[in-house]
């Protein structure tokens, strides 16, 4: 399966060759050493991603053979697993083709009047346009987001172990750590002043994005202030018995690498390192803790870190399966919407058949 010569007889030499987690370690590592870990481990991005354990391929699967969800919606899907959606950037890879496309964020572009030209447009690839750096496809991917996660947020709530002293806190759409602290149970633990000190500390170690940066020069001590208490949680559980609160974040990633749901793990965190930082900082005897949720946005979620966070968060251990099931199944839809609505908006309202031939949505 691997092409690479030298990647057998180093697993040979290691003893890893019967063992597949080691074989492919071993694998990662020699091609590491060659500068080359940017290349699949199994001949092609497709197979390494349908070949990885614990990632949920099972529900996977069964999605796309289920007979119940219409065949264009499972079609959609195959093909982004085998990484040739969207056509014109899986042309342009295989040189049939010389631009990958970029129509949405040029159309973005030319509404507002922008003059740049289009060499720094990003090309239109499946992630790319499942991002909101996608001017075209901003909305539709917050969209997505939010249903996956407010679905998932709402099952967890609601197959919690009826004894379970954890309250997850209902946020809307305005909801950041500014009003957080205008609810009882956070009032309790301390008052917000009491927190602005160390939230202030962490803050100036953090970098400020280019786009904000005028703002802060203008007044560094209020826009630190201000991006503390504008951050917004994803979720929130709290137990005031045990002195515990989860500060919870969704991801959607893209899991073409090995070891993808610890790099956006890492991202999270960053993001909201001053809010459990200065929490830790001013209330020791409290815990307070992190926990993101992240999912491949083709539907591949890890089963195994994905049950330690919903066994963290008290959901009954017989309802998990299930709940594990429809959340898969909910990141499929939402990545389905996401594709049909790119199709529309490239292909003018018509897309194309099983057949291959267009027609009306
Ligand atoms: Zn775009």
């Known amino acids: 399966m691997v092409t690479a010569e030298p990647l057998p007889y180093t697993a040979l030499q290691h003893g890893t060759w019967m063992d597949e987690k080691g074989f492919k370690r071993t694998c990662i590592k020699e091609k590491g050493k060659g500068g080359g870990i940017y290349q699949p481990v199994y001949g092609t991005w497709a197979a390494d991603f349908m070949l990885r354990q614990d990632a949920g391929r099972f529900m996977l699967g069964k999605y796309l053979s289920d007979k119940k969800i219409p065949w264009k919606q499972r079609r959609r899907l195959g093909m982004v697993v085998a990484g040739n959606t969207p056509s014109d950037s899986f042309l342009t890879k295989l040189c049939k083709m010389q631009l990958a496309g970029y129509q949405l964020c ?64 209902t946020l809307d759409k305005v909801s950041n750590t500014s009003t957080l602290w205008r609810r009882e149970e956070f009032l309790r633990i301390c008052r917000k002043e009491e927190l602005a000190e160390k939230a202030q500390d962490i803050e100036v170690t953090i970098p400020v994005k280019k786009s904000h940066e005028a703002r802060c020069n203008f007044d560094p001590g209020s826009f630190s202030e201000n991006r503390y208490w504008g951050r917004r949680p994803d979720g929130v559980a709290i137990n005031e018995a045990l ?5 919870l974040k969704f991801k959607r990633s893209t899991d073409r690498d090995e070891g993808f749901p610890e790099v956006k793990e890492a991202k999270a965190n960053e993001q909201h390192k001053s809010i459990i930082g200065a929490l830790k900082a001013t209330f020791p005897k409290w815990r307070f803790e992190q926990i993101n949720f992240v999912v491949d946005k083709r539907g591949s979620v890890v089963e195994s870190d994905s049950y330690t966070k919903l066994k963290k968060l008290d959901v009954q251990e017989g309802k998990k399966d299930k709940l594990f099931a429809d959340h898969v199944t909910q990141v499929c839809e939402a990545h389905n919407r996401v594709i049909v609505s790119f199709l529309q908006q490239v292909q003018g309202g018509a897309m194309l058949t099983t057949e291959g031939s267009r027609e009306k949505p």
């Open 106 to 169: 040029r159309i973005a572009r030319g509404a507002r009047n922008e003059t740049r030209g289009i060499d720094s447009l990003a090309a239109e690839t499946h992630g790319h346009i499942n991002s909101a750096g996608c001017k075209g496809m901003a909305t539709i991917v917050t969209a997505a987001h939010h249903s996956i996660w407010r679905h998932l947020y709402d099952s967890m709530h609601a197959t919690q172990k009826p004894k379970s002293k954890l309250k997850f806190v």
């Open 243 to 247: 002195q515990i609160v989860y500060i």
